[in-house]
């Protein structure tokens, strides 16, 4: 095929249902990812495909899956695994979209929403099933072959974000998901990702079961995982004590007022901390971390796209896949271990040609972490030259007393005792957490919690 601009859908081999459907969306042309894989899919090749978020991945491997099961529209026809929530949502949307001419059934298996609804939804066999690997094996492991064996007859596995999925993290949950799927010479299998890893490029070494042709493995080059050529990328180096002082200044002046901003920061507490302290300062902000229940991280994502929060802080959950494309300031309130997580994170602004800024909050311990940063992204930061001492002084006491305020409300609201309690019942199921020493702990706790709440 012609790799020239001019390349169709129809070109692809996309039947005119679906191409209606695009041009009903305002997708005229197709991306090179899309150029580079669907044919190849058609064909019936096994395949991974590595190109940065924003690029039409998801298209990618929604159009051949359609373009298929419009011939056969029978039973489970893909399964489609994502490491988060919120990608499964997203992905979940494009295909409702895509296939709302052709009474496309699909379903969303994620943690937080009903689990008995959702094993009755998959039990009536939907065409597509989009699932965090979590939930999906959880569905497995407690309900019979009535709810499950739609399953074993899927026609295409999709695993987006794959290299985070098959870090070991997931690998009992998959391992429980694929043993419900059909083996890998009976069915189409995607990769897909920003990252291309050599254990991902290993995986085409490996020899085709059955009469499979190859697998298909293509790199958009110039998505190789970097900071977009329009970011800016700047650093202002602060004393630790006073940084949430400087992220409010930062948010404050002329020049960054009326940005839509993201707050990245390294743990729940901290996301929680700073969401809470910026909404006593009447800054219009959300939140969005693990330890939020499902429908508010909807509704938060659904505030800060529609531009009703200004300001999104998060952890690394929303560093990848996410497309909101409205973000103009990045800021690292922590900066990341990995300076992949970071070229993730700066990411989410600058995208297809728009301009973008970055500023990372440096502190006396951050300093190995900046040198390991630049050498990973092949550039400097450079100081920010707006942030004024003086004016950070100036609210350093209100900027203090909302954080303590803050943390007093989150002792009140007890955060974080649902994780903690989530993982006294998985300690006590298998034995290694004594029931009574662990009421005897919760209650020492709680007396430590009082102890330091008088203190303030």
């Known amino acids: 095929m012609s790799e020239n601009q001019d390349v169709t859908f129809a070109d692809l081999g996309i039947s005119p249902w679906l191409i209606d459907t695009l041009q009903a969306l305002a997708i005229y042309k197709p991306t090179d990812v899309q150029k580079g894989v669907i044919p190849q899919i058609l064909k019936g090749h096994d395949c991974i495909g590595g190109a940065k978020t924003g690029s039409g991945k998801t298209a990618a491997f929604a159009l051949p899956i359609l373009?298929?099961?419009?011939?056969?529209?029978?039973?489970?026809?893909?399964?489609v695994l994502t490491p988060t929530r919120e990608l499964a949502i997203q992905i979940?949307?494009?295909?409702?979209?895509?296939?709302?001419?052709?009474?496309?059934?699909?379903?969303?298996?994620?943690?937080?929403?009903?689990?008995?609804?959702?094993?009755?939804?998959?039990?009536?066999?939907?065409?597509?099933?989009?699932?965090?690997?979590?939930?999906?094996?959880?569905?497995?492991?407690?309900?019979?072959?009535?709810?499950?064996?739609?399953?074993?007859?899927?026609?295409?596995?999709?695993?987006?974000?794959?290299?985070?999925?098959?870090?070991?993290?997931?690998?009992?949950?998959?391992?429980?998901?694929?043993?419900?799927?059909?083996?890998?010479?009976?069915?189409?299998?995607?990769?897909?990702?920003?990252?291309?890893?050599?254990?991902?490029?290993?995986?085409?070494?490996?020899?085709?079961?059955?009469?499979?042709?190859?697998?298909?493995?293509?790199?958009?080059?110039?998505?190789?995982?970097?900071?977009?050529?329009?970011?800016?990328?700047?650093?202002?180096f602060v004393a630790s004590h006073v940084r949430e002082a400087y992220l409010i200044h930062l948010l404050s002046i002329p020049e960054n007022a009326e940005k839509s901003v993201i707050i990245f920061v390294n743990r729940t507490h901290t996301a929680e901390l700073i969401y809470s302290m910026l909404r006593l300062l009447e800054f219009r902000s959300t939140e969005l971390h693990s330890q939020m229940a499902q429908r508010e991280r909807i509704n938060s994502l659904g505030r800060f796209r529609a531009e009703a929060a200004r300001i999104l802080v998060a952890t690394d959950v929303a560093s990848r896949g996410l497309d909101i494309?409205?973000?103009?300031?990045?800021?690292?309130?922590?900066?990341?271990?990995?300076?992949?997580?970071?070229?993730?994170?700066?990411?989410?602004?600058?995208?297809?040609?728009?301009?973008?800024?970055?500023?990372?909050?440096?502190?006396?311990?951050?300093?190995?972490?900046?040198?390991?940063?630049?050498?990973?992204?092949?550039?400097?930061?450079?100081?920010?030259?707006?942030?004024?001492?003086?004016?950070?002084?100036?609210?350093?006491?209100?900027?203090?007393?909302?954080?303590?305020?803050?943390?007093?409300?989150?002792?009140?609201?007890?955060?974080?005792?649902?994780?903690?309690?989530?993982?006294?019942?998985?300690?006590?199921?298998?034995?290694?957490?004594?029931v009574d020493d662990n009421r005897n702990k919760r209650k020492k706790n709680k007396s430590d919690q009082k102890v330091k709440k008088r203190k303030f």
């Open 67 to 79: 373009e298929s099961w419009s011939k056969d529209p029978s039973g489970i026809y893909a399964v």
């Open 92 to 236: 979940d949307e494009q295909f409702a979209a895509l296939g709302s001419n052709m009474n496309l059934k699909h379903t969303l298996i994620v943690g937080g929403m009903d689990m008995v609804a959702q094993a009755i939804a998959l039990s009536r066999r939907p065409h597509v099933v989009v699932a965090t690997p979590g939930r999906l094996a959880d569905l497995i492991r407690s309900n019979g072959p009535e709810t499950t064996a739609g399953l074993q007859k899927v026609k295409f596995l999709v695993m987006d974000e794959a290299d985070r999925l098959l870090s070991s993290t997931f690998a009992d949950d998959l391992g429980d998901c694929f043993s419900n799927l059909p083996p890998s010479e009976n069915r189409q299998t995607l990769l897909f990702t920003a990252t291309i890893t050599d254990a991902i490029r290993q995986l085409k070494e490996k020899p085709t079961k059955g009469n499979k042709p190859p697998l298909w493995l293509y790199e958009v080059e110039s998505d190789k995982i970097s900071v977009p050529s329009t970011l800016q990328q700047n650093y202002v």
């Open 325 to 434: 494309p409205s973000v103009q300031l990045i800021i690292n309130f922590d900066l990341p271990r990995d300076p992949d997580d970071y070229i993730h994170r700066v990411g989410r602004t600058a995208r297809a040609g728009r301009s973008g800024q970055a500023i990372s909050v440096v502190t006396e311990h951050d300093v190995e972490l900046v040198h390991a940063i630049e050498d990973r992204v092949g550039s400097t930061m450079s100081e920010y030259e707006h942030a004024s001492e003086s004016k950070v002084l100036e609210r350093l006491k209100e900027v203090t007393d909302a954080k303590r305020q803050a943390s007093l409300e989150m002792i009140d609201r007890g955060f974080g005792e649902r994780r903690q309690k989530q993982k006294e019942k998985q300690l006590m199921a298998s034995g290694r957490l004594d």
